[in-house]
């Protein structure tokens, strides 16, 4: 049994614990909410973008770009996005999972890009090559999402991969994320746009100088965007992730703390009656 000085330690080290987890949890308390609302305001954008494309190509007499082609997949690639710090329940441990699986399921000559370092270490000792890793919250999303974008359409225009999947999260509420995939490149749609030649209405926009000039100019920075949305889905839901995890570590450091100040409390009064009662005794042993 724990003495009453070890209990009082264990109560000691609870309480500073629970000061850093709750101090954790009002820094992404704070921060989630700047996150979800950049990350709601570029939901719109994202999909207008994608409606953009699709009119465009309305407007092109042959939908053909380097970044729609679709080719024989003999190098799949796997874009992770994680958080760069843990403390997040299973937040990044979930993605890593899904990356996990589903490089295992397109091949052993899958190639990895990663952006969080969380992701980079937890695949660093995989069987895929690594490509490219980038930090997640360093430097703004944009310019993060620009270098991303033109690294992966390279490698993908150069023939290094065939193929991207992206997977990240996608914030849902604070309670729920959930790690989704998505066809990054060829660009996600390319069957969809390429059926649209010749068999759906012409856009009634004219373009400047062409619907094809525009379509070459508006793909990749339809990629880029993706990629910057991706970004603030997966940092909304890092927040969230982290201020439930450290609303459960608080709660339960609580519960600890109530539990071993009973046990301290009862084994203080168990001294405190023996000592009486060795006092009783010897006071007794002096009268006899």
Do not use: C
């Not at 959930?178 to 060829?186: E, G, H, N």
Request: net charge positive; glycine share 6%; proline share 4%.
């Amino acid at each position: 049994m724990a003495t009453l000085r070890q209990l009082r330690d264990r109560v000691k080290s609870l309480k500073n614990t629970q000061q850093i987890t709750r101090a954790m949890k009002m820094v992404a308390g704070a921060r989630i909410r700047r996150a979800e609302l950049a990350m709601r305001a570029a939901r719109p954008y994202s999909a207008a973008i994608g409606e953009m494309l699709r009119e465009v190509s309305r407007g092109a007499s042959s939908v053909d770009h380097p970044l729609l082609r679709d080719r024989p997949v003999t190098t799949p690639a796997v874009l992770l996005m994680t958080a760069d710090k843990g403390l997040a329940g299973a937040f990044n441990a979930n993605l890593a999972r899904a990356a996990q699986n589903l490089a295992d399921t397109s091949g052993a000559r899958t190639v990895l890009y990663t952006v969080g370092t969380k992701g980079a270490v937890m695949l660093r000792r995989s069987r895929y090559r690594s490509a490219a890793s980038w930090p997640l919250g360093a430097g703004p999303f944009v310019e993060r999402a620009r270098e991303i974008s033109r690294r992966v359409s390279s490698d993908f225009l150069a023939g290094s991969i065939d193929a991207m999947t992206l997977v990240s999260s996608r914030f849902v509420s604070t309670i729920v994320q959930r790690p989704t995939t998505q066809r990054l490149l060829p660009v996600n749609g390319a069957a969809e746009l390429a059926s649209l030649d010749g068999t759906a209405p012409r856009s009634p926009f004219e373009f400047e100088p062409d619907a094809r000039a525009v379509l070459a100019s508006l793909l990749p920075k339809y990629l880029e965007f993706t990629i910057f949305a991706a970004l603030l889905e997966t940092q909304a839901s890092e927040f969230a992730a982290r201020l439930l995890a450290m609303s459960n570590a608080t709660d339960n450091a609580g519960k600890l703390i109530d539990d071993l100040t009973l046990v301290m409390n009862k084994t203080r009064q168990a001294a405190i009656t023996k000592e009486i009662l060795e006092i009783v005794g010897g006071a007794e042993a002096q009268r006899t």
